[in-house]
C-alpha cells in the first residue's frame, strides 16, 4: 500500500513538471502576447526605442490582434487614418496607402516613427509621449508638455492608459528579454 502511494505520488509530481511549463505558456499567452517579435527589434535598433515599451504600447492598443477601431484607426499599433497621412508626408511614404497599416511590418514601422516622434517632442519624457499617443498632443500640451508627470493628465481612461503601458513594458522586459533582444 505505502508503495503504491508512493508510486502514485512520484506520478503526480512527474504529471505536474511536465503540463505545468504548458500550462504557464498558456497563460502567459493570454494574459501577456507577443508577435511580431523579430519587427519589434528591428524598429526597436532603427528607432532607438525600448523593444519592451513597443511591444506594451501594441499589447495595450490591440493586444497584438490586426483591428480597426470604431474611431477608424488600424492594426496592432492602432494608427488613425490622419496620424498615418501625417508620417507617410513627414517620412516621404509616397507609395502609402491605408491599407497598409494592415501590415504588420508597416503598421509597426509608422506606430514606432511617430512613438519616436513624440519622445523627441517631449525631451524624452516617455509618459508625456505615451500620454500623446493616446490623447493627442494638444492634450498633452495642455496638461504640462515636456514636464508632464502621471498625476497631471486629466483624462481618467489617458492616464490608466499611460500607467498601463508603462507597467506593461516592465513585464514585458522580464518575460520576454530574449525574445526582445534585451
Do not use: C
Request: charged share 25%; glycine share 8%; no cysteine.
Amino acid at each position: 500500500m505505502l508503495a503504491a502511494l508512493i508510486v502514485l505520488g512520484g506520478a503526480a509530481v512527474a504529471l505536474v513538471m511536465v503540463v505545468r511549463p504548458v500550462v504557464d505558456d498558456a497563460l502567459k499567452e493570454i494574459t501577456l502576447p507577443l508577435r511580431h517579435e523579430d519587427v519589434i527589434r528591428q524598429q526597436a535598433r532603427d528607432k532607438d526605442l525600448d523593444p519592451a515599451l513597443i511591444a506594451a504600447v501594441i499589447y495595450r492598443e490591440s493586444k497584438f490582434r490586426d483591428v480597426t477601431s470604431d474611431a477608424g484607426a488600424k492594426g496592432l499599433m492602432q494608427i488613425l487614418p490622419d496620424t498615418a497621412k501625417f508620417i507617410a508626408f513627414k517620412t516621404g511614404g509616397t507609395q502609402f496607402e491605408l491599407r497598409d497599416l494592415g501590415t504588420p511590418q508597416i503598421n509597426i514601422s509608422y506606430g514606432t516613427w511617430y512613438l519616436r516622434y513624440l519622445i523627441d517632442r517631449y525631451d524624452g519624457n516617455t509618459t508625456a509621449a505615451i500620454a500623446a499617443y493616446n490623447a493627442g498632443h494638444q492634450n498633452v500640451d495642455r496638461w504640462g508638455g515636456k514636464d508632464l508627470r502621471l498625476s497631471d493628465i486629466q483624462f481618467p481612461e489617458t492616464a490608466d492608459y499611460t500607467r498601463d503601458v508603462l507597467e506593461k513594458r516592465d513585464e514585458y522586459a522580464k518575460e520576454y528579454s530574449s525574445e526582445l533582444g534585451l
